[in-house]
């Protein structure tokens, strides 16, 4: 299983950025998607998560109402659209892919079940 992350980079604050996740050798309609994000010396933690049907989401109250998670079951990808970046949202960002509820996805990060390899958003103020 690939879990190929894209789309990191410097952005002002206030500004815009979407990563896209693209998922390959993976059943991609059977797992709910998710991103993790991990800021310099602290622990990893949990953003937003979509279920396999792409109809629901659920979002970390840190970046509730400023990012959108969505899913293209027929492309294997997941994009995750963040606006009105702050400097606080400064991490490598982590695509992830888990066959279990949304609360457990977001709690139980040490076993989620597929990881991809992380990409850097830097958000200068």
């Known amino acids: 299983v690939q879990l190929q992350a894209s789309g990191g980079g410097l952005v002002q604050a206030g500004g815009s950025r979407r990563l896209s996740c693209v998922a390959s050798?993976?059943?991609?309609?059977?797992?709910?998607m998710g991103w993790f994000r991990q800021a310099p010396g602290k622990e990893r933690e949990f953003v937003a998560t979509?279920?396999?049907?792409?109809?629901?989401?659920y979002y970390s109250d840190s970046v509730k109402g400023r990012f959108t998670l969505s899913r293209d079951n027929d492309k294997n990808t997941v994009h995750l659209q963040m606006t009105s970046l702050k400097p606080e949202d400064t991490a490598v960002y982590y695509c992830?892919?888990?066959?279990?509820?949304?609360?457990?996805?977001?709690?139980?990060?040490?076993?989620?079940?597929?990881w991809g390899q992380g990409t850097l958003v830097t958000v200068s103020s």
């Open positions: 992830a892919a888990d066959p279990r509820p949304a609360q457990a996805m977001a709690q139980l990060i040490k076993s989620i079940r597929y």
């Open positions: 979509i279920n396999r049907a792409g109809d629901s989401t």
């Open positions: 050798r993976l059943r991609f309609s059977a797992y709910r």
